[in-house]
């Protein structure tokens, strides 16, 4: 067993312990709680360790024959730190759900790091950023003149977890991003807005700060690159007033009642949810001389495709061994990479 799954008793991460169990993945799980950590190995007849991320000595201990750590504990910023040091002291691969831009631009510095220890550091191995990484490859396979890029996503019949809303309060009132002649810029969230046709569905999106930004220009260097999501056109115009929302976004009373709200009404998406849910994505690659590539992908229900996607991946790392320090998805596996996993498909 050396796969340790760190946050296992969250949200995505039982989900990554169900997948496991119906794929007969051994792994080991870890967390902080030793209760519900416990009580999640038992269930699923798998090992399990209890421990804390402040402590590096006993960090280190813990992961002791550990060949790789899929981290699913955010916000990242507060957790991937302490691991991924840990790692490159260790030589134990990295991997991690996150979508957070910075957490990309940061683990990219540690490249030349992780090539000296001999592993792969490989954040967003979920639905952030799999599919929309493999498409934004895809489409520069196809048109490597490209140099403006645009993605987008939706989910029909989803949710939301505990730890994306989380995540969300945590950088709420810190605006937006695109990349624009090769440079990662601020702009105010949802700075842009258009009614995309998803294939199944037409939705209005809004441009958003998603990892793309920073991992779809690693993997094909295209110089222009804005994401965007599913949203109600009122939300749209409410972000208008952001920069008189924004002082309260930032305020800590907001936060602290924001966050009591979140633990106490929020979960994640039904087992029902996960099973019928769909999420799709839609990526358009064009040239300064008007020509364009424009593709789609449907897969299952996010988080579900998350858990799907990081084990695969995991497995796949420990295959791979001739790659080495900081990827993407698509830049080490290729495009094809999220078409492995059951129920996705490119049109």
Same mark, same amino acid.
């Given at each position: 067993m050396?796969?340790? %799954?760190? $946050?296992a008793?969250?949200?995505?991460g ?9 794929q007969?993945?051994p792994?080991?799980?870890?967390g902080?709680?030793a ?9 699923n007849g798998?090992?399990?360790k %209890? ?14 024959g550990?060949?790789l750590?899929?981290?699913c504990? $955010?916000?990242?910023?507060r957790?991937a730190?302490?691991l991924?040091? %840990? ?6 691969h990295?991997?991690d759900i ?6 990309f631009?940061?683990?990219?510095t540690?490249?030349?790091r ?12 979920g639905?952030d950023v %799999? ?7 895809k489409l ?12 987008a ?5 989803g ?12 950088n709420l009132?810190?605006?937006?991003a ?5 440079k990662i810029?601020?702009r105010p969230?949802?700075?842009?807005g ?8 037409q ?8 990892g ?17 999501s ?5 939300f749209?115009y ?5 920069a008189?929302?924004?002082?309260v976004?930032r305020?800590n009373?907001?936060?602290l009642?924001a966050?009591?709200?979140i633990?106490k009404?929020?979960d994640?998406?039904t087992?029902?949810?996960n ?13 300064a001389?008007?020509?364009?590539v424009e593709?789609?992908?449907e897969g299952?229900?996010s ?7 990081a084990?695969?991946?995991a497995?796949?790392v ?5 790659c080495?320090g ?7 596996f290729?495009?094809?990479?999220v078409?492995?996993?059951p129920?996705t498909?490119f049109?």
């Amino acid at each position: 067993m050396s796969i340790l %799954v760190y $946050g296992a008793n969250g949200y995505t991460g039982r989900l990554v312990v169900k997948a496991a169990a119906e794929q007969n993945i051994p792994i080991i799980v870890a967390g902080r709680k030793a209760d519900a950590i416990q009580a999640l190995a038992e269930t699923n007849g798998l090992t399990y360790k %209890v421990f804390g991320l402040d402590d590096k000595n006993q960090l280190k201990s813990a992961l002791s024959g550990v060949k790789l750590i899929l981290n699913c504990a $955010g916000p990242f910023p507060r957790t991937a730190p302490q691991l991924v040091e %840990v790692c490159l002291e260790m030589g134990i691969h990295y991997l991690d759900i996150t979508g957070e831009i910075a957490m990309f631009e940061w683990m990219k510095t540690l490249d030349s790091r992780a090539q000296k220890a001999g592993i792969i550091l490989l954040p967003g191995v979920g639905f952030d950023v %799999v599919p929309t990484d493999c498409l934004a490859k895809k489409l520069y396979q196809e048109l490597p003149e490209g140099d403006t890029l645009e993605l987008a996503f939706m989910n029909l019949g989803g949710g939301i977890s505990h730890g994306t809303l989380t995540t969300m309060l945590t950088n709420l009132g810190s605006g937006g991003a695109m990349r624009k002649n090769g440079k990662i810029i601020s702009r105010p969230l949802g700075f842009k807005g258009k009614t995309i046709d998803f294939g199944k569905k037409q939705r209005f999106c809004i441009a958003i700060p998603w990892g793309d930004v920073s991992t779809a220009h690693f993997g094909t260097g295209i110089p222009n690159i804005t994401v965007y999501s599913a949203a109600p056109k009122k939300f749209y115009y409410l972000l208008k007033l952001q920069a008189l929302l924004n002082p309260v976004f930032r305020s800590n009373w907001f936060r602290l009642w924001a966050q009591a709200k979140i633990d106490k009404n929020i979960d994640g998406p039904t087992p029902e949810q996960n099973q019928n849910g769909r999420s799709l994505v839609w990526g358009k690659l064009s040239a300064a001389d008007g020509r364009f590539v424009e593709r789609r992908f449907e897969g299952p229900e996010s988080y579900w495709l998350t858990a799907l996607a990081a084990l695969h991946i995991a497995q796949e790392v420990l295959k791979t061994p001739d790659c080495k320090g900081y990827q993407t998805p698509a830049s080490c596996f290729g495009p094809e990479l999220v078409l492995q996993l059951p129920g996705t498909r490119f049109f």
